[in-house]
C-alpha cells in the first residue's frame, strides 16, 4: 500500500511511502520479501531446518523463527555475543524467537566474524547435522529475486526511490526493477563503504547512490534527535518507523528536502521496510541510559 504524506514540502516535492510493513504482522517488509523464495528452496531441497546469524535484536533473527515455525521447519540462530546465555527473558526478540522454537548458538563476536567461513559452517554441520542455510539479513540471490518484487508498476511514475540499507539485498532488488529513469538512494544503517561492493555483487544498473550521513553513529545506535523525531513523524501521520533503519532513512530523506538535494517537482517513494519488532528492544536500552522511549505501540 502507498499512502502519500500530507506534509507541505518546499518546492512542490511529493513524499509517499510504500507499507511494505503491512505485508505480514510478524513477517513484515523486505523480510518477506528475503525469505519467500528461501522458504520456496528449502522446501524443495526437502530440508527440515533453517539455520541463520544474528544480533541481539535482530528483525531477521524473529523472522526466520517465525517463518520456520509457520511453515514446518525447524530453526537455529547463531547469536552474536555469547554474554547473551542468560538474557534471553530480558530480550524480547530472543524470546519471541525461542516461543517459535528457535534453537541457540550463542558465539563470541570474534567467533562470530568467521560465519562465512568454510571451516566454521563445517563444524555446524557437525554439530546440527543437515540444514538450510540462510545469511545473516537473508541476502542472497534468492534474497534479491524476492526484493524485485517490491516496485510496481504503480511504482513508474516515481524520480526517487529511498530505502534503509543493512546488508544490501533490499536496495540491490530494487536497483534491478528500478527502471532507468528513476534514481534509488540508499541509507545505510552502519558505519563503512563495504556495502558499495556488496551490492555491486548484485546489480548491473548505475542509477544507484548511498547517502552515508544519516548513521547516528552505526548500526544500532541512536539518539534523542532522533527518537523526537520518529515520535513526531507517527503522531502526524500515524506511520510508525523503526529506530534502526527506516527511521534513520525517512530523518535523511526530510532533512535532505530541506537542504533541497532534490529538484523542484520530484516525485519521492519511500520503502518502509517494517523492522518494528525491534522498538520494543530499543526502548529497553534507552530506558536503561534514561533516556526518552519511542512512544509508538506495535
Same mark, same amino acid.
Given at each position: 500500500?502507498?499512502?502519500?504524506?500530507?506534509?507541505?514540502?518546499?518546492?512542490?516535492?511529493?513524499?509517499?511511502?510504500?507499507?511494505?510493513?503491512?505485508?505480514?504482522?510478524?513477517?513484515?517488509?523486505?523480510?518477506?520479501?528475503?525469505?519467500?523464495?528461501?522458504?520456496?528452496?528449502?522446501?524443495?531441497?526437502?530440508?527440515?531446518?533453517?539455520?541463520?546469524?544474528?544480533?541481539?535484536?535482530?528483525?531477521?533473527?524473529?523472522?526466520?523463527?517465525?517463518?520456520?515455525?509457520?511453515?514446518?521447519?525447524?530453526?537455529?540462530?547463531?547469536?552474536?555475543?555469547?554474554?547473551?546465555?542468560?538474557?534471553?527473558?530480558?530480550?524480547?526478540?530472543?524470546?519471541?524467537?525461542?516461543?517459535?522454537?528457535?534453537?541457540?548458538?550463542?558465539?563470541?563476536?570474534?567467533?562470530?566474524?568467521?560465519?562465512?567461513?568454510?571451516?566454521?559452517?563445517?563444524?555446524?554441520?557437525?554439530?546440527?547435522?543437515?540444514?538450510?542455510?540462510?545469511?545473516?539479513?537473508?541476502?542472497?540471490?534468492?534474497?534479491?529475486?524476492?526484493?524485485?518484487?517490491?516496485?510496481?508498476?504503480?511504482?513508474?511514475?516515481?524520480?526517487?526511490?529511498?530505502?534503509?540499507?543493512?546488508?544490501?539485498?533490499?536496495?540491490?532488488?530494487?536497483?534491478?526493477?528500478?527502471?532507468?529513469?528513476?534514481?534509488?538512494?540508499?541509507?545505510?544503517?552502519?558505519?563503512?563503504?563495504?556495502?558499495?561492493?556488496?551490492?555491486?555483487?548484485?546489480?548491473?544498473?548505475?542509477?544507484?547512490?548511498? &547517502?552515508?550521513?544519516? $548513521?547516528? #553513529? /552505526?548500526?544500532?545506535? =541512536?539518539?534523542?534527535?532522533? *527518537?523526537?523525531?520518529? +515520535?513526531?513523524?507517527?503522531?502526524?501521520?500515524?506511520?510508525?518507523?523503526?529506530?534502526?533503519?527506516?527511521?534513520?532513512?525517512?530523518?535523511?530523506?526530510?532533512?535532505?528536502?530541506?537542504?533541497?538535494?532534490?529538484?523542484?517537482?520530484?516525485? &519521492?517513494?519511500?520503502? $518502509?521496510? #517494517? /523492522?518494528?519488532?525491534? =522498538?520494543?528492544?530499543?526502548? *529497553?536500552?534507552?530506558? +536503561?541510559?534514561?533516556?526518552?522511549?519511542?512512544?509508538?505501540?506495535?
Amino acid at each position: 500500500m502507498n499512502q502519500k504524506l500530507q506534509i507541505t514540502f518546499p518546492n512542490s516535492i511529493s513524499v509517499t511511502i510504500k507499507r511494505e510493513d503491512l505485508i505480514h504482522p510478524i513477517v513484515s517488509g523486505n523480510k518477506f520479501r528475503k525469505l519467500k523464495y528461501n522458504l520456496l528452496q528449502a522446501k524443495t531441497e526437502n530440508k527440515k531446518t533453517l539455520l541463520t546469524f544474528g544480533g541481539a535484536f535482530s528483525n531477521h533473527i524473529a523472522a526466520v523463527a517465525f517463518a520456520a515455525k509457520e511453515n514446518g521447519f525447524q530453526s537455529i540462530g547463531i547469536i552474536r555475543g555469547d554474554e547473551l546465555i542468560d538474557k534471553i527473558t530480558q530480550n524480547p526478540t530472543l524470546q519471541f524467537a525461542q516461543e517459535c522454537g528457535m534453537q541457540f548458538e550463542f558465539v563470541s563476536r570474534e567467533k562470530y566474524r568467521l560465519k562465512n567461513e568454510f571451516s566454521f559452517l563445517e563444524d555446524l554441520k557437525l554439530k546440527f547435522g543437515d540444514f538450510f542455510l540462510i545469511p545473516e539479513g537473508g541476502t542472497n540471490t534468492l534474497a534479491i529475486q524476492g526484493c524485485e518484487e517490491i516496485l510496481t508498476n504503480e511504482d513508474s511514475k516515481f524520480d526517487y526511490i529511498c530505502c534503509a540499507v543493512g546488508t544490501g539485498g533490499t536496495i540491490s532488488g530494487i536497483i534491478n526493477s528500478a527502471l532507468p529513469y528513476q534514481k534509488v538512494l540508499g541509507f545505510p544503517a552502519l558505519k563503512g563503504d563495504f556495502l558499495q561492493d556488496e551490492i555491486r555483487i548484485f546489480v548491473q544498473n548505475k542509477n544507484w547512490e548511498l &547517502i552515508t550521513d544519516y $548513521h547516528f #553513529g /552505526g548500526y544500532g545506535k =541512536i539518539n534523542e534527535d532522533l *527518537v523526537r523525531f520518529i +515520535n513526531r513523524f507517527y503522531s502526524d501521520n500515524q506511520i510508525p518507523l523503526d529506530p534502526i533503519y527506516t527511521g534513520k532513512m525517512v530523518f535523511g530523506v526530510m532533512d535532505l528536502i530541506q537542504k533541497n538535494y532534490f529538484p523542484a517537482q520530484s516525485n &519521492i517513494l519511500l520503502i $518502509h521496510t #517494517g /523492522g518494528l519488532q525491534g =522498538i520494543q528492544g530499543m526502548n *529497553v536500552k534507552l530506558k +536503561n541510559k534514561h533516556l526518552p522511549i519511542i512512544a509508538i505501540n506495535v
